[in-house]
């Protein structure tokens, strides 16, 4: 069942989103984020397919609402029935939710990516601004004075 599937995928993007947010050292993160940077077409192949996914639960979940509104409640005869469109009801609104918690961690996970490589490309500007700022040994040293004789 394609539940497992997307359960797997929340796990993944936990534990990449706890990757990001420990306090590594910036060099781990930049390699980090460029691993995940170079790689970006499975990302955006994993939110199209929730995408899709979702958009399947949604209308899916709109057939169980119509049915549950017209479904007669009082009848005993219909009791079986009646259980049941509320089990595969509340199955649907599991996986709805369920799909948008992870669709939602790949959005959070898209936007650390741009946080990560802007911090460490201000962080290289910076750098390069420090080291044209301090000037290098030998030009601090004085020059030593040469004695005629």
Known sequence: MYLWGVLTVVFVECFL???FL????????????????NNKNIFYIIGSVLL???AGTTLELSKYEENYETAPHSSSSDFLQTEHMKLMKFRTE???????????????IFGLMHLTTSIAAIE????????????????VK???PVTAK
């Not at 420990?22 to 940077?37: A, E, G, T, W």
């Not at 599991?94 to 959070?108: E, Q």
């Not at 601004?129 to 290098?136: C, G, I, N």
């Open 22 to 37: 420990l306090p590594l050292p910036s060099r781990v993160k930049v390699v980090f984020s460029s691993v995940i940077n």
């Open 17 to 19: 989103i706890l990757c």
């Open 94 to 108: 599991r996986n709805f939710y369920l799909k948008s918690f992870a669709f939602t961690l790949l959005l959070v």
């Open 142 to 144: 004085p020059a030593t």
């Open 52 to 54: 899709m996914l979702l």
């Open 124 to 139: 290289a500007k910076y750098g390069v601004l420090q080291s044209a700022r301090t000037p290098s040994p030998a030009a």
